[in-house]
């Protein structure tokens, strides 16, 4: 998938899940794609350096560590944008874990 392509389906399911999560607030449509945008931008900076310090917790974790990973690129996505936030760190790492498997469907 291209990377707008990503950027698009990221703006729907985080308005499909704004919708159905309590915990998951957006103001608008637009605000959900500049948050898709900024996540998908720290995805391709800072996820990789994240990865590589937390390589032994991850590897003794079997590797569900990198869900805590993508809960956190979730959680400085709502750090940086205004009107996309989140009640708490799980429901970020909710939230990670859905895009995670629908990202993985739609590749």
Do not use: D
């Not at 809960?71 to 944008?81: C, D």
Request: proline share 2%; glycine share 6%.
């Amino acid at each position: 998938m291209k990377w707008w392509q990503r950027i698009l389906a990221n703006t729907i399911i985080f308005l499909a899940l704004a919708g159905f999560l309590n915990g998951f607030m957006i103001e608008t449509w637009q605000t959900a794609l500049i948050a898709a945008a900024v996540f998908s931008l720290l995805n391709i900076i800072v996820k990789p350096i994240l990865v590589i310090l937390s390589l032994p917790i991850t590897i003794m974790t079997l590797g569900l560590f990198y869900f805590i990973i993508n809960g956190i690129m979730l959680w400085m996505t709502a750090a940086l944008v205004g009107g996309f936030g989140f009640s708490s760190f799980w429901m970020a790492l909710l939230v990670a874990l859905i895009v995670s498997a629908l990202n993985a469907y739609l590749e």
